[in-house]
Nanobody, 121 residues
Framework: QVQLVESGGGSVQAGGSLRLSCVASGAMHMPYCLGWFRQAPGKEREGVAT???????TYADSVKGRFTISRDNAKNTLYLQMNSLKPEDTAMYYC???????????????WGQGTQVTVSS
């Protein structure tokens, strides 16, 4: 059973950067698909970016050109580099693992506990 632990969240001013990390443990092999999702207060959880084991990445339109997802399979770690942050990026960020990459939350069986990102204007 894979376990996911996120870190790297914090408070930053608009235009700043943060790098989130998610360490996976408890499995012999890294899951095929890893993704970052976020949930702002009063809003539904939404997809931010996903990446396959081979490195094929997809992004939500709202973060394209600003965020970069990557993974280091040897270190069992997923990353999200977030640049040019905006107040609307404020949310709890979750990493998730699943057998396929999609924007459907139900396709991800394993979730981390989340890390808070707050962007002030």
């Amino acid at each position: 059973q894979v376990q996911l632990v996120e870190s790297g969240g914090g408070s930053v001013q608009a235009g700043g950067s943060l790098r989130l990390s998610c360490v996976a443990s408890g499995a012999m092999h890294m899951p095929y698909c890893l993704g970052w999702f976020r949930q702002a207060p009063g809003k539904e959880r939404e997809g931010v970016a996903t990446i396959t084991r081979r490195g094929s990445a997809t992004y939500a339109d709202s973060v394209k050109g600003r965020f970069t997802i990557s993974r280091d399979n040897a270190k069992n770690t997923l990353y999200l580099q977030m640049n040019s942050l905006k107040p609307e990026d404020t949310a709890m960020y979750y990493c998730a693992a699943g057998p396929v990459c999609s924007d459907q939350l139900a396709d991800y069986a394993t979730w981390g506990q989340g890390t808070q990102v707050t962007v002030s204007s």
